[in-house]
């Protein structure tokens, strides 16, 4: 089917291509811009855990949090990190931050999380289905390890909220812990093994496989900076390396970079870069049956092809400091509580920038100030999860078929009020 109709993707993480693949079976001709080829480190979507967290709708900011962030900033292995000189940058966006974390306003976020999360595994089963990213999804359990049943219970809270929007785990103490996985130390005693999530064994590749399929099927990948996104007066442009290219349509899908394409176009979009970490440890000795996150450290242990991955804490910094040695350090430090005899020899280091909104929802959906130019972006720590059925629902609307969830708390003018 060809709908004669151009259209142009402006981020190839996995939003942008989740979206142009979409797009692509919807008979549209697209072209897909990036600086950097899909896969490769600079992107969000390469270095992220890995988990089809389906059922991450408790947000970061919750009843309670403000209390425990100094002891978080000061404890050497604790997960939040901060440039001081950030700060006064910072506050805009994390007033307001901690403002949403009020019970009444994470229950609706939480609402609307579940409404992009809900079948996320099926989404990106269907986005996959006869490509080589297939084969890099695995589906299984994902299991919140604590050192106790105190600690777990402190959590209660979120579980609660998580079991209201359909999730369903087994409580594992430690003997049936070690059962699965002998090698567990101590600072595993419980466990909350939440059923039917997956997670992706190398999300490079799985960038590369989506690219590669794009490609195959006709799609136009074009490698460049992106300098402007122009609503133009009947259709929408991009401007490439110093070349404007006119299109039906307009994708903003560029992570944590979308800020500044967006404020242009004369939206607010208060977008900050949640920094987090990887440390992947090469060979190991042991891997878990399943990911893992650690919830006192705040990390999670994800099984993959090239080893252990360690990846998750939280800096804020700004989108270019360089990346910080400190979460390093504590991965290390604290892998080895897990498994006390663990080795590798090698590792893989890496930092990069959740694109995360004061309410912990994405922007998805249409411009308000640029007609033809649309948003997917701001999935701050669920992105990997939400991009296939972010992509669907974008190339739902620009074809005109109304999206069968509530659109509004996505909506791309949310903050232009504010
Ligand atoms: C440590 C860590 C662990 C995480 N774990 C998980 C997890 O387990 N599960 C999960 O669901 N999510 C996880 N996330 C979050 C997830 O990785 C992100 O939400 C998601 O990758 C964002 O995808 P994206 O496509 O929006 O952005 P990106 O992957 O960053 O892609 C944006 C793309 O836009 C391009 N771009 C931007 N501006 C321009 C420009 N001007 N010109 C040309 N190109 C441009 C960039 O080069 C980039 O390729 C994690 C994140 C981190 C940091």
Known sequence: MDSGLKIGVVGAGIMGLSTALWLQ??????????RVEPGSGEQTSYGNAGILARTAVVPVSVPGLLRHVPSMLLDRDGPLFLRWSYLPKLIPWIIPFLR??????????????????GDSVDQHLALSKGTAAAALIETGNYAYVY??????????????????????????????????????GEEAGFAAVLKDHGWIRDPGAYLAALLETFRREGGIFNLGE????????????????????????????????SRRLAEKLGHKVPLEAERGYHLVLKNPSHMPPIPYMLSDAKFVLTPMD????????????????????APLRIFERRIKRIYPTLTWDGTESWMGRRPSTPDS?????????????????????IGLTSGPKTGRLVADMIAGRTPNIDMTPFATDRFDKA
């Open 100 to 117: 949403n974390g009020k019970e009444s306003r994470v229950r609706q976020i939480a609402g609307a999380l579940d409404t992009i999360l």
């Open 226 to 257: 992106i300098s402007e996104v122009l609503p133009g007066a009947e259709r929408p442009s991009v401007t490439v390396s110093g070349e404007t290219h006119m299109f039906d349509h307009v994708v903003v899908a560029s992570g944590v970079w």
């Open 361 to 381: 929802l994405p922007l998805i959906g249409q411009s308000t100030k640029a007609k033809g130019v649309w948003f997917a972006f701001g999935a701050q720590h």
């Open 147 to 184: 050192k106790d049943r105190a600690g777990f219970e402190k959590d209660a809270w979120g579980f609660a909220l998580r079991r209201e929007h359909g999730a369903e785990w087994e409580e594992w103490g430690r003997a049936k812990l070690l059962e699965q996985d002998p090698n567990l």
């Open 25 to 34: 079976r919807d008979g549209y001709d697209v072209t897909l811009f990036d």
């Open 306 to 325: 090239g080893g252990l991955r360690c990846a998750g804490l939280v800096e804020f910094g700004g989108v270019d400091a360089p990346a910080s040695d």
